[in-house]
């Protein structure tokens, strides 16, 4: 472990040595949670871990069941608590659905849907001792408006928002919040590699955009920030699109 753990909130944030998942982590340590990141990649992680100040990471492959839960258990052994969880990990495939491969559907049905409703199930405990907890899955705008080619990551992402609803309103007595975030496209890695494997080009993406742009990381970790504290106490159960318009139409 990097820091000393902080009286102060407790966060994992999952895929979290890039992208996404590495700008949440970073925001959430400028603003003095103990953060902790989890990805499969360890020599990333150990870089980005050190380059935002963590408190640790945790190589895992949350495609296997045994690590959804070690990691809530480590992250407990390590800090304490378990105040805060960041469902951020996730893989894209674009693929006509006729030609979409059978290790592509299973390895998505297991790390964009079971993978973050066993962090739940593992962290629920833990925040219902406390009676305060915040759960935060990051979707994807493809799970709201449907992406052509994309039918098997759209499926996988449209499924936070029935899972918000329920367990925000399963939790919502004992002061645990669930939400949902829908990123457009968002200036990533992960964003680029889409747009190589899509039939458009990159300006042809941003001409479909009502702003004319891509989101910023920082954007989605500045909303995802808000979600975690005391002010958005009173969202839960909610599907917030993030997208500069795309969501419109």
């Not at 820091?3 to 102060?8: G, S, V, Y």
């Not at 894209?92 to 030609?99: A, D, I, L, N």
């Amino acid at each position: 472990m990097n820091n000393q753990i902080k009286k102060n909130k407790t966060v994992l944030v999952t895929g979290a040595s890039k992208g996404i998942g590495k700008e949440i982590a970073k925001t959430f340590c400028e603003n003095g949670y103990n953060v902790f990141i989890c990805a499969r990649n360890e020599q990333l992680l150990k870089q980005t871990s050190e380059e935002i100040n963590a408190c640790g990471y945790f190589s895992v492959d949350l495609t296997n069941d045994s690590d959804c839960k070690k990691v809530i258990e480590d992250v407990v052994k390590a800090s304490g608590a378990i105040d805060i969880l960041i469902n951020n990990a996730g893989d894209y495939v674009y693929s006509p659905v006729e030609k979409t491969q059978e290790a592509d559907i299973e390895r998505l049905i297991k790390l964009n849907i079971k993978a973050p409703y066993l962090l739940c199930k593992y962290a629920v405990k833990y925040m219902k001792e406390k009676k305060w907890g915040r759960i935060i899955n990051i979707g994807s705008i493809s799970g709201v408006v449907g992406e052509a080619n994309a039918s098997l990551y759209s499926m996988t992402k449209s499924c936070f928002s029935g899972l918000s609803k329920a367990l925000g309103l399963e939790l919502a007595q004992y002061n645990i919040t669930v939400n949902t975030v829908n990123p457009g496209w968002v200036q990533t890695e992960l964003a680029q590699d889409a747009v190589e494997q899509s039939d458009f080009s990159y300006q042809e993406e941003i001409d479909m955009i009502p702003q004319k742009r891509f989101i910023q990381p920082e954007e989605i970790a500045k909303f995802v920030n808000y979600l975690a504290s005391e002010d958005a106490k009173g969202m839960t159960a909610q599907s917030i699109s993030l997208c500069a318009g795309l969501s419109a139409g």
